[in-house]
Structure formats: C-alpha cells, structure tokens
C-alpha cells in the first residue's frame, strides 16, 4: 500500500519558517512535490524535485524563500519554508509522481501564517 505521510504544520508569525516532511512508504517515485490549497480556490503548484538528480521546480511565488529537498535512504521529502507571508497560509499537500502526472496524494497538513 502507498502511503504518503505529511508532518510539520503548524501556526507561524509571518517571517517565521516551517519545515514540512513528507515520507513515502510503498514504492519510490519519479517525481515528488508539494502543492496546497487555499478554501474556495483551486489547488496551487509550490514546488517539485526530480528524485533522480534532485532537479527542481519552484512557483514564482516561493522561489527564494521556500526550498525542496528529499533524502533517498528515508524516501522523505522535505519543504522548508522561509520568509512566511500571510497568503502562504494553506494546507499543504506532498505528492508522488511515477509516470507523468501526480498518482499519489497525502492527507495533508495546514500551515497558517499570522500578521
């Protein structure tokens, strides 16, 4: 069975920093990333790394402040977000890509940024 379990949430005051972990259990991935959804808006890309080579791909609006990692020997991935701003708040969701789209979703975990 594939898992993907995300921890690492919480409330934050804006400029403050989180990091979120992502682990995989049941079968490695091509792609791993991390996107979240606001209420009443459609899903968000943050950012995704090829597990290979470690290639990644960020959304404008976190280049810079946000990083993505993964540890192959743990199959997690990471999120570390730095610089919070009140509009990164949202529930932030890991996923695992095998072929060429998303298969693999977690649960996921909410992150709100305070003022």
């Known amino acids: 069975q594939v898992q993907l379990v995300e921890s690492g949430g919480g409330l934050v005051q804006a400029g403050g920093s989180l990091r979120l972990s992502c682990a995989a259990s049941g079968r490695t991935f091509r792609m791993a990333g991390w996107f979240r959804r606001v209420p009443g808006k459609e899903r968000e890309f943050v950012a995704a790394?090829?597990?290979?080579?470690?290639?990644?791909d960020y959304a404008d609006s976190v280049k810079g402040r946000f990083t993505i990692s993964r540890d192959n020997a743990a199959n997690t991935v990471y999120l570390q977000m730095n610089s919070l701003k009140p509009e990164d708040t949202a529930v932030y969701y890991c996923?695992?890509?095998?072929?060429?789209?998303?298969?693999?979703w977690g649960q996921g975990t909410q992150v709100t940024v305070s003022s």
């Open positions: 790394i090829k597990w290979s080579d470690g290639t990644t």
């Open positions: 996923t695992g890509a095998v072929g060429g789209s998303y298969n693999y």
